[in-house]
């Protein structure tokens, strides 16, 4: 048994020292999964079993200006991660839209700022997990469903994954469609949370069906690095991309 643990762990740091990104490994919450795995775990504790009960006897916290205050931090940092990636990415003459291959050599200033903004992305989705405590909170039970809980604390591991070994690659496409979708919704959001009469604004219904065509657009996206992988992206990447867009969708 202990051969056994040893051997898997020996495999564990030699895929983590070949494949990590030495660009960007050295920056805080990347180097190990340990920190997003110990958040996701407390997340899921403080959704499940410790939250509930602590509000069991309790009111719902309104919340409204800390809400105000977070919307308004949620589309500023989308909006500014938005316009960097892009402009840094399939903006550059050389990055590819059918297919981005996994380049740790490349250091052009581009990159380092396509990296950066990376980076920004995963750590906004620590951010995002303030949602369902906010739902908590106001004893919104109803709007924390699997697939919410799932989405929140499976993009932490996920972007903790994709700035570890492939930032900058062909899976850059879901960091710039969703922090396009999250500056929308979180717009939404904080005019509502101005005013109700806001909640009647002609494009609320385009919302759902906008994260809709965000999750179709990305599965043929991750599609394309499957079925024409000529820039050798990793296929098992690829595939879990594809099949969780789906999943979602």
């Known amino acids: 048994m202990a051969f056994v643990v040893k051997s898997m762990y020996n495999g564990y740091t030699y895929f983590i020292n070949e494949h990590r990104d030495p660009r960007i490994d050295s920056l805080p919450l990347v180097s190990s999964p340990i920190?997003?795995?110990?958040?996701?775990v407390i997340y899921l504790l403080f959704v499940n079993k410790w939250g509930p009960k602590f509000?069991?006897?309790?009111?719902?916290?309104?919340?409204k200006s800390i809400l105000r205050i977070y919307n308004v931090l949620q589309v500023v940092f989308n909006l500014i991660l938005?316009?960097?990636?892009?402009?840094?990415?399939?903006?550059?003459?050389?990055?590819?839209?059918?297919?981005?291959?996994?380049?740790?050599?490349?250091?052009?200033?581009?990159?380092?700022?396509l990296l950066l903004a990376s980076y920004g992305y995963y750590l906004t989705k620590y951010l995002d997990l303030l949602d369902t405590v906010f739902f908590v909170l106001r004893k919104k039970n109803n709007q924390i469903t699997f697939l919410h809980t799932y989405h929140h604390a499976g993009m932490v591991i996920g972007c903790w994954i994709?700035?570890?070994f492939l930032a900058g690659s062909h899976s850059t496409m879901l960091g710039l469609v969703n922090s396009f979708v999250h500056c929308i919704m979180y717009t939404y959001y904080f005019l509502t949370s101005l005013n109700k009469k806001f909640s009647t604004l002609w494009w609320k219904k385009y919302l759902t069906k906008l994260q809709l065509l965000q999750f179709g657009f990305l599965t043929i996206h991750f599609s394309?690095?499957?079925?024409?992988?000529?820039?050798?992206?990793?296929?098992?990447?690829?595939?879990?991309?594809f099949t969780q867009n789906i999943f979602i969708l």
């Open 35 to 40: 920190p997003a795995t110990i958040t996701i």
């Open 55 to 63: 509000m069991e006897n309790r009111k719902p916290y309104k919340l």
């Open 224 to 241: 394309l690095a499957i079925f024409n992988n000529w820039c050798n992206h990793p296929l098992p990447i690829a595939f879990i991309g």
């Open 82 to 113: 938005f316009v960097t990636a892009l402009l840094n990415s399939y903006f550059q003459p050389g990055f590819h839209f059918t297919c981005q291959n996994v380049d740790h050599s490349i250091t052009e200033p581009y990159m380092r700022r």
């Open 162 to 164: 994709f700035v570890k």
